[in-house]
């Protein structure tokens, strides 16, 4: 059973793009890219920034502090003023404190969904690209099914699933949806190299199986991974954002979520812009710096590029 | 109950009001913003606001309430009478009704939706369909394990209808006020099968009565329901039998979205909407809407479940967070203009309302040394709210658990936190008794003690396991005696005596606020009553 | 080729019924769901047990599975409890269902006129600013929450455009239903103000829409012109000494249609899931705001029909893609 020849090609195509000696090429001219380092120099603020989060917060991002400056009767919040340069939000919690801690929460949430689907993809892919026959079948008509649903879709239904919605449940939701995509994309590239010279020559050799796919053929197929795991953060990013807009996302937001801050204050766009703006750029540029970084990689790693 | 006096009040109170009716031009479309669909138009089954809404406006009961207040008023029963034990009524009817189908209003067509509504079957008895029957008259003829609070209606002549109950309730005929209760046209009930109830896998599925022919006596009509474009459609009825309606049509227009909702209004596309998020009503005034806010006929209680943790059966606990909770700032800073701290479990406006109980001001060291008496100090509680939803009572769940768990982590409370979807866990948890504590609340349907204290602690085995504590059992026969005294002034003081002792002597929950919801129109639209029970009738209204 | 065909279309069936499956038993493991919905807030525990009985939700889930899919063999996908309560499910998604066509396609067409030509553009020029920009800009596309973009444009461009902010019409044109498509209606009926207000309501919702395509295909464009532009016939077609416009027309632009006309296919999962943020930003009733409501409000009958119609929708349009891939490129089909 086969699923869209096109959109598999898209995986596979991704995957055939193997080989050693194009790392070092790569970084060769990653390193003159100007596009890649703009992106690298973005997600690099990034992570230091929400790293270092709990000691730049000038508050505790759960502490009502200014509440007595939230009226909502007079759809009033705490206004910028001295030690809240950004003022507070809808429950007088110090805004600029929420931004800061927040960016951190936004990481935790891009990795641990992008790890997660990165591992289940790792096994289902390893499993049907390594030993094939009777578990590959198995393992892709899994994926068929899962790929049957167009991939927010399908993260929107996983995480209304959940009866008690957490951070935890909103990063499930996110990289379940990734695990046929990663598993595609390492299947085919092993399936590809099962057929190459020197896969054939170990086995020739006697080298065992395992070693065969742990030594050569997974290393082998890093460079695609990586690059769909950077592209897989940036969209883990957006979608939780997307998530807490459909009331889906996690409700507790004692400490908050860039994706989470922009998605719950959507009764008040209109009165308090800037409540949705400041979360909303940021999560656009930490989104693009993992775009950005995502293209130009895989431009790199494309042997065809290489003239 | 003496129903001369009742009507004495009514009606005097009535030549008082009016003011605004009789000015206002006549024609017109009035476009209301509606939250949602209505389910169906045949008001006894209906369940929710956004149906209830759309039936008000085509039918009427055999009693109403007096515009802007939760008072019984005759609406389609001129006057009526009880015997001294409360359980035989006398219904004196209007004259000169019709139906819309031009089938005449009279003793027999009351006896005959009685007599519908008791001898529901099947399908048609599920609490998911008949709720208000089950909940106000209990059983059917069909259930002799469920009694029924009605017994029979007979026809004494064109009219006068006389309705025997098998008890006293205080709850009667205010009932009859719901509109659920309202008179449909036998003729219509029976020519589109009106009780043909059919289950259909998880749902249920309703004739074409409900969903095409509903046929009242109120001063609009039923026009079309457009589903394509989410447009309901109820026209005048030139044949009323009081004042005429002065709108040509009014239009239910379904907008989901609340912040859509607004736009519309401001873009001219509706004339009003209801429930305003409380945060845009400052905004909505100075662009020139009316924001009309209704009298808070509900509260919204921080619940306590004795069932798991056995510290919160020892009063002082209980007391503790009481004090704890600073009621005085959260009403401030999360509620709407006009929002007030509860001191009981009822607004003023219900008959039993307490007015000597003394509200309890927010005090962390007492809620300290509270909790350091009952030994309790390192007390841990896990706390539900809810989300994926908004209640008039608790405009922004997520704002009000926010204030409360903060201040009882300030008087040294653990709290685990869990929310839930309203619709996806909340409620069942809370149902079982799975949390310790959590935010709920209620939006009463008419003026009697028995229709808010008797509803929630009416049972031992309620949502806050009151029968775990030896007061509970009770307190629920106490509240029973209450509801079947038939004498009003003898049961208005138990009532008060029964606020009391709840607030002093059991406190099963912390009853947090009273806050007024609010409907918002167009400056040209006049003649709308905001009521408390959301009982607006757009009969009156017009537009220009 | 029929073959092939017929053989996709049980592939098909097989997919959508593993789906409905799953998507069934996990629905009814949850909390709350129909009972909840019906009863509210009134609900006690008895009149929770009686109706979870009365409607044989206690029973074993494959039970309920069996049942489900005998009423849905006859149509019956159940009855809506949340979104349009008392609605059939299955007539929920006929009413919406043109409306989000409407708009994807509209979100498409935009997408299309801006990203084809921008795309050859850049290709042409590669390495240009302008290059570099229009790259830039199309990742910021992607980067942006749609519905964030979807709020910005209802916000600030509606006044600013006279152009209406929420619905799909509005309701006091009185226009006449025809086939659900309320700009073809409006041009079928000559009931043209209809049509202009019918499109008129589509613009904002398609712009925020149309981003996620319009940069995929402006990317896939510029690439594939690129990919085209170095091979063998084109430096063919330039040794034999033919003009630029001509080698454009010619090979360039055709060849690079290929992966272009395939992405476009693909952008139906990204038009999907993006219909159900930006129509519920707008008020927008299609199957995307049905799907926003179903999930706000635990409507699970009419969510399991909307997500298993949205699945069909979905391979039955990357099908077509592959089909037409097939019919494009003779290599394909020898595989």
């Known amino acids: 059973m086969t699923l869209g020849v096109t959109k598999k090609e898209k995986i596979d195509a991704l995957a055939e793009n193997v080989g050693v000696s194009l790392a070092a090429s790569a970084w060769k001219r990653l390193r003159r890219s100007p596009v890649f380092l703009i992106g690298a120099t973005i997600i690099g603020i990034f992570v230091v920034l929400s790293l270092l989060s709990p000691w730049l917060a000038p508050h505790d991002p759960a502490d009502p502090m200014l509440i007595k400056q939230v009226v909502k009767a007079r759809n009033e919040i705490p206004p910028p003023q001295p030690g809240h340069p950004l003022g507070g939000d809808l429950q007088g919690r110090d805004f600029l404190s929420r931004m800061l801690v927040g960016s951190q929460q936004t990481l935790i949430v891009g990795v641990g969904a992008t790890l997660i689907g990165l591992t289940g993809g790792l096994i289902l892919g390893t499993l049907a690209g390594a030993i094939g026959g009777w578990v590959d079948s198995v393992v892709m008509r899994f994926v068929d099914v899962m790929l049957s649903l167009p991939a927010l879709l399908l993260a929107f239904s996983i995480a209304a699933m959940f009866a008690h919605p957490s951070q935890f449940s909103v990063i499930l939701a996110i990289s379940i949806v990734q695990i046929p995509v990663f598993a595609r994309l390492l299947r085919g590239s092993m399936l590809a190299q099962r057929a190459s010279d ?53 409700p507790d937001d004692r400490i908050p979520e860039w994706g989470q801050m922009l998605g719950d204050v959507q009764k008040v766009f209109d009165t308090h812009p800037h409540l949705a703006a400041y979360p909303a750029i940021c999560i656009i540029i930490v989104a693009l710096g993992f775009t950005l970084m995502g293209e130009t990689l895989r431009e790199a790693l494309d042997p065809k590029n290489r003239r | 109950m003496t129903g001369a006096a009742a009507l004495a009040l009514s009606a005097c109170a009535q030549s008082e009001r009016g003011t605004d009716s009789g000015s206002g031009k006549v024609g017109g479309t009035f476009t209301f913003g509606a939250a949602g669909a209505p389910k169906l138009f045949d008001p006894f089954y209906a369940t929710d606001g956004e149906t209830f809404r759309v039936s008000r406006q085509m039918y009427e009961g055999l009693v109403g309430f007096k515009p802007g207040t939760a008072e019984v008023e005759p609406a389609l029963a001129t006057k009526w009478e009880s015997s001294s034990d409360g359980k035989t009524w006398t219904f004196t009817l209007k004259e000169g009704v019709k139906f819309h189908d031009d089938t005449p209003f009279n003793a027999e067509a009351v006896c005959f939706n009685f007599e519908r509504w008791y001898n529901q079957k099947g399908p048609a ?12 008259f209990g059983g059917f003829k069909d259930t002799p394990d469920k009694p029924s609070l009605y017994k029979s209606c007979s026809a004494k002549d064109a009219k006068t209808a006389v309705i025997e109950l098998s008890s006293s309730t205080s709850q009667f005929p205010s009932v009859l006020g719901f509109t659920s209760f309202s008179i449909s046209s036998p003729e219509a009930l029976k020519k589109y099968d009106a009780d043909n109830v059919v289950q259909a896998g998880d749902a249920f599925t309703y004739p074409a009565y409900a969903n095409e022919h509903p046929t009242g006596t109120g001063p609009f009509k039923f026009g079309k329901f457009d589903k394509a474009n989410n447009v309901v459609e109820l026209v005048r009825n030139e044949n009323y039998h009081g004042e005429k309606a002065k709108l040509d049509k009014v239009v239910f227009r379904i907008i989901p979205d609340e912040t859509a909702r607004k736009q519309a209004l401001e873009a001219g596309d509706i004339d009003g909407y209801d429930l ?146 309203w619709n996806g866990g909340y409620l069942t948890d809370v149902d079982q008794g799975i949390p310790d504590v959590f935010l709920l609340g209620w939006t009463g349907d008419n003026g009697t003690a028995h229709n808010w204290i008797g509803t929630f602690f009416g049972r031992p085995d309620n949502r806050f396991n009151t029968g775990a504590s030896p007061w509970g059992k009770a307190l629920a026969e106490e509240l029973a005696k209450a509801n079947s005294e038939p004498d009003e002034a003898k049961r208005t003081k138990m009532y008060e005596d029964l606020n009391k002792k709840i607030m002093e002597e059991y406190l099963p929950a912390v009853p947090v606020s009273h806050s007024p919801p609010a409907l918002v129109l167009k400056k040209d639209i006049k003649g709308i009553t905001p009521s408390p029970l959301t009982d607006e009738k757009f009969g009156g209204a017009s537009k220009g | 080729m029929l073959r092939y065909t017929i053989r996709r279309l049980i592939q098909l069936v097989g997919v959508v019924l593993v789906l409905s499956l799953l998507l069934f038993a996990w629905l009814r493991a949850l909390p709350g769901g129909p009972v909840s919905a019906l009863l509210g807030e009134r609900a006690t525990p008895e009149s929770r047990a009686a109706l979870t009985k009365q409607l044989g939700l206690d029973q074993p889930i494959i039970v309920q ?109 009185g226009a006449t239903r025809v086939t659900g498509f309320f700009v073809l209606d409006g041009l079928l009926t000559r009931e043209f103000d209809a049509s202009w207000d019918a499109l008129k309501h589509l613009i904002l919702p398609a712009m925020a829409l149309a981003t996620i395509p319009f940069a995929v295909i402006f990317r896939i464009t510029r690439a594939a012109v690129l990919e085209v532009l170095d091979e063998d016939f084109v ?51 299609g199957v995307g705001e049905a799907l926003a409501l179903g999930f706000e409000r635990r409507d699970y009958p009419v969510l399991l029909l909307l997500l298993i119609m949205a699945a069909i929708v979905y391979v039955l349009v990357n099908l077509l893609v592959d089909l037409s891939y097939a019919l494009i490129d003779p290599r394909i089909r020898t595989r």
Not at chain 2, 125 to 136: G, K
Not at chain 2, 280 to 289: H, I, Q, T, Y
Not at chain 3, 88 to 117: N, V
Request: charged share 20%; hydrophobic share 45%.
């Open chain 3, 65 to 173: 599975y069996f049942k489900f899919l005998g009423r849905a063999a006859s149509g019956d996908f159940g009855v809506s409890n949340g979104v349009q309560p008392g609605d059939s499910a299955m007539e929920i998604f006929l009413q919406r269902f043109p409306a989000t066509i409407e708009l994807s396609f509209s979100a498409l067409l935009i997408a299309i006129a801006l990203g084809i030509p921008l795309g050859y553009l850049a290709a042409k020029r590669r390495g240009s600013w302008f290059d570099n920009m229009s790259v830039i800009g199309s990742l910021i596309g992607v980067a942006i929450p749609v519905f964030f973009l979807a709020y910005v444009l209802k916000d600030n461009f509606s006044h600013l455009l006279g152009l209406p902010s929420i619905g799909r019409q509005n309701g006091d044109i």
């Open chain 1, 198 to 250: 020197h896969v054939l020559a170990a086995t020739a050799l006697g080298v065992k199986r395992g070693s065969i796919v742990f030594r050569h053929m997974l290393p082998n197929s890093l460079g695609p991974v990586i690059v769909q795991s950077t592209l897989v953060l940036a969209t883990a990013i957006i979608e939780a954002a997307a998530l807490s807009f459909l009331g889906l996302g996690n």
């Open chain 2, 276 to 421: 305003p998020n409380a945060a845009d009503w400052a905004g909505l005034k100075d662009k020139g809407f009316n924001v009309a806010i209704r009298p808070a006929f509900n509260v919204l209680y921080f619940g306590i479940n004795q069932k798991n943790n056995p510290k919160l059966q020892d009063l002082k606990v209980r007391q503790a967070l009481m004090y704890a909770i600073n009621r005085e700032q959260l009403v401030k800073s999360q509620l709407p203009e006009g929002a007030k701290v509860a001191t009981q479990f009822m607004p003023e406006a219900v008959n039993g309302y307490n007015k000597d109980i003394k509200e309890v001001k927010y005090d962390l060291d007492k809620a300290k040394s509270l909790l350091a008496e009952a030994g309790a100090s390192d007390l841990k509680l896990k706390f539900y709210w809810p989300t994926e939803v908004t209640r008039p009572y608790m405009p922004s769940p997520k704002d009000i658990y926010g204030a409360i768990a903060g201040d009882l982590q300030k008087a040294g409370i653990q709290i685990e936190t869990v929310s839930k979807p």
């Open chain 2, 125 to 136: 008895q599920s609490d998911a369909v008949s709720q208000y029957w089950l909940d106000n």
């Open chain 3, 235 to 285: 430096r063919t077609a330039e040794s034999k000494g033919l003009t630029a416009p001509v080698i454009r027309r010619r090979h360039v632009l055709r060849n690079a249609m290929l992966p272009v006309v395939t992405t476009i296919g693909l952008q139906t999962g990204a038009l999907l899931s993006g219909a159900v943020l930006t129509e519920k930003v707008f008020a927008f009733p």
